[in-house]
Nanobody, 125 residues
Framework: QVQLVESGGGSVQAGGSLRLSCAASGYTYSSNCMGWFRQAPGKEREGVAAIYTGGGSTYYADSVKGRFTISQDNAKNTLYLQMNSLKPEDTGMYYC??????????????????WGQGTQVTLSS
């Protein structure tokens, strides 16, 4: 049984930082895509960052490039998203997701097979 459990969300002022974590269990962590997605109220879920767990290649949405960093700890089966210089538009529910195969840079949420329950990130100006 695959489980993805996110943590690390919270409320922070604009300009601040947060680090999200996603602990994976029951899942073959290597050589797959793992990604972070977010969804704001009334908006479609969007890809924020993704990583190819086999080689470590990373991909980012233009809106977060230079501010967010996705990383993995294979030994702990944990995915991270370091978020710096946060902006009010970064507010949303953040989800960790996983899918088999490559093409991680597409970050299309409908291609992902497994999802966590989400962690809320709220920015105040």
């Amino acid at each position: 049984q695959v489980q993805l459990v996110e943590s690390g969300g919270g409320s922070v002022q604009a300009g601040g930082s947060l680090r999200l974590s996603c602990a994976a269990s029951g899942y073959t962590y290597s050589s797959n895509c793992m990604g972070w997605f977010r969804q704001a109220p009334g908006k479609e879920r969007e890809g924020v960052a993704a990583i190819y767990t086999g080689g470590g290649s990373t991909y980012y949405a233009d809106s977060v490039k230079g501010r967010f960093t996705i990383s993995q700890d294979n030994a702990k089966n944990t995915l991270y998203l370091q978020m710096n210089s946060l902006k009010p538009e970064d507010t949303g529910m953040y989800y960790c997701a996983a899918k088999s195969g490559a093409l991680c840079g597409r970050m299309l949420y409908w291609e992902y097979d497994f999802w966590g329950q989400g962690t809320q990130v709220t920015l105040s100006s």
